[in-house]
């Protein structure tokens, strides 16, 4: 079952919820068991997470490297069988102060009612 958009949204709300507290169970709560996320900083690093512990172990370098991190201009886009987000995010590097923005889009799909993929594409935005 391929969910509507607004059980879309919902699901989308409750997944940030969720990495922001960085709580698997409601994680798992929205996404398939084998739900795969894949990622690319924008700068040099590309990963495939899959699984509760890579999972939670990104969300917590996320936390612990950036001293701040900020999205702005969101946006979803519902098409039949995917949706995409759009955004900016304001990022501050803890270690260094270094100044981070970014423009991205993210793909998701969906398997049961619920999240099955997630790829994140980044990029910096010119100074």
Avoid: C
């Amino acid at each position: 079952m391929t969910p509507t958009a607004a059980e879309r949204d919902a699901i989308f709300q409750a997944f940030a919820r969720a990495l922001f507290r960085n709580d698997m169970d409601a994680l798992y709560a929205v996404v398939t068991p084998d739900f795969v996320w894949r990622y690319h900083d924008g700068i040099s690093v590309e990963r495939v997470l899959t699984g509760r512990n890579p999972i939670g172990t990104h969300i917590e370098e996320r936390k612990s490297f950036f001293a701040s991190s900020r999205f702005h201009d969101v946006a979803y886009y519902h098409l039949p069988e995917m949706s995409f987000m759009t955004f900016r995010v304001s990022e501050v590097v803890a270690a260094t102060g270094e100044r981070r923005e970014q423009q991205g889009i993210e793909r998701y799909t969906f398997r049961d009612g619920k999240l099955a993929t997630k790829d994140v594409y980044r990029k910096p935005i010119a100074a």
